[in-house]
């Protein structure tokens, strides 16, 4: 069974930078997409980035620039670092893992929720102005 824990999130001001990681136990196949998603009171789950097997990685247009994905495969370990954080970008923010396995670019289903068989339990990010 896959276990996803993430970890890392707070409190900090607009401009300030954070770091999520994600935990990985369990069987993970090499070619699984492992995303990060984030949910603001009220509002739908939302993409922000996905990373595939081999490193390849894709940002939502909100984040692209500030944001960096990247993982660590002996320590099963995806990361989020966010810098230049915005008010905006307070929310809950999940890591999840999909199903279905491929290889090169993450496609772009898995932008959706939808795709993604394993969710962590969520790290909170708050970012005042």
């Known amino acids: 069974q896959v276990q996803l824990v993430e970890s890392g999130g707070g409190s900090v001001q607009a401009g300030g930078s954070l770091r999520l990681s994600c935990a990985a136990s369990?069987?993970?196949?090499?070619?699984?997409?492992m995303g990060w998603f984030r949910q603001a009171p009220g509002r739908e789950r939302e993409w922000v980035s996905v990373?595939?097997?081999?490193?390849?990685?894709t940002y939502a247009d909100s984040v692209k620039g500030r944001f960096t994905i990247s993982q660590d495969n002996a320590k099963n370990t995806v990361y989020l670092q966010m810098n230049s954080l915005k008010a905006d970008d307070t929310a809950m923010y999940y890591c999840?893992?999909?199903?279905?396995?491929?290889?090169?670019?993450?496609?772009?289903?898995?932008?959706?929720?939808?795709?993604?068989?394993?969710w962590g339990q969520g790290t909170q990010v708050t970012v005042s102005s």
């Open positions: 999840a893992a999909t199903a279905r396995q491929w290889y090169g670019l993450c496609p772009d289903p898995t932008k959706s929720r939808f795709e993604y068989k394993f």
């Open positions: 369990g069987y993970i196949g090499n070619g699984v997409c």
């Open positions: 990373i595939s097997g081999g490193g390849a990685t």
